[in-house]
C-alpha cells in the first residue's frame, strides 16, 4: 500500500468516522444522558467492534454479499427495524438517577455496541468501501492495516460526540428540555436512514 493511498484511507477513515451517523448520535445522547465516564464501554464498543468487522469483511465476507446479493437485502431491512427500535428507545429515555430509585436507563454496553455495528448501514458502507477501494490486492497486510487506521481514527472521533452530549447535557437539567434532545436525537437516527431506504 503506497503512502498516497494510506493518506486517502486515512482521510476518508476520518470523515466517515466524524460525520453524524447512528453510532455518533447515540454517543451523543448516551453522553448526555449518562455522562462521558459511563459511556466509555460503549466508546470502544463502537470502535473496536468496528476493526473486527472491517477484518471480518476484509477476510471474505464482501464475496458473499457478491456471491448471494439478497442476503445484503436481508441485512438492510433488518437494520432498518433495528435503527427504528433504538430510535424508539432513545426517545423514551429518561434522565439517569442515582440512589434509592435506581437507574432509569443504562449506556449501552461494550459487547451490544460491538454488536451493533453488525446492524448499522454505516459501518456496513465504511467497511466495504474500505476494504473494496484501498485494499486492491486484499492481502492481509493491507487489510489488518485498514483495521489499524480506523481504530487509531475511529475512537477519538466517536469520543468528540460523546463530550459533546455530555457538555450539552449542562442545558437538559429540565425533563422537558431532556425529553426535546432525545426525541430530536431519535428523529435524525431514523433521518440518517434515508440513504439507506432511498439509495440515489
Known amino acids: ?10 482521510l476518508f477513515a476520518f470523515v466517515s468516522s466524524i ?8 454517543l451523543m445522547a448516551s453522553g448526555a444522558n449518562f455522562g462521558f465516564r459511563r459511556t466509555i464501554p460503549h466508546m470502544l464498543g ?4 468496528f476493526v473486527f468487522m ?23 431491512v433488518g437494520s432498518v427495524v433495528y435503527l427504528l427500535y433504538l430510535a424508539w428507545k432513545i426517545a423514551n429515555a429518561g434522565a439517569a438517577k ?12 461494550f459487547l451490544q455496541a460491538a454488536a451493533f455495528q453488525w446492524v448499522n448501514p454505516k459501518a456496513w458502507a465504511m467497511a ?14 493491507a487489510i489488518l ?17 460523546t ?9 437538559l437539567t429540565s425533563p422537558r428540555r431532556l425529553m426535546a434532545f432525545n426525541w430530536t436525537m431519535a428523529v435524525l437516527l431514523v433521518g440518517s436512514l434515508y440513504p439507506v431506504i432511498w439509495p440515489h
Open 163 to 171: 463530550v459533546l452530549g455530555q457538555q450539552m447535557a449542562r442545558f
Open 19 to 26: 460525520t453524524p451517523g447512528p453510532n455518533n448520535l447515540m
Open 128 to 141: 466495504l468501501t474500505a476494504i473494496s477501494a484501498y485494499t486492491p490486492d486484499h492481502t492481509l497486510w
Open 54 to 76: 472491517v477484518l471480518l469483511v476484509g477476510a471474505g465476507l464482501v464475496q458473499v454479499f457478491d456471491a448471494y446479493p439478497v442476503s445484503y437485502t436481508v441485512l438492510k
Open 98 to 109: 442515582t440512589g434509592t430509585d435506581g437507574d432509569v436507563g443504562t449506556p449501552m454496553t
Open 1 to 10: 500500500m503506497t503512502y498516497d493511498l494510506v493518506a486517502a484511507l486515512a
Open 145 to 161: 492495516l485498514v483495521g489499524v487506521i480506523f481504530g487509531a481514527i475511529n475512537l477519538p472521533s466517536v469520543g468528540s460526540w
Open 46 to 49: 463502537v470502535a473496536l467492534g
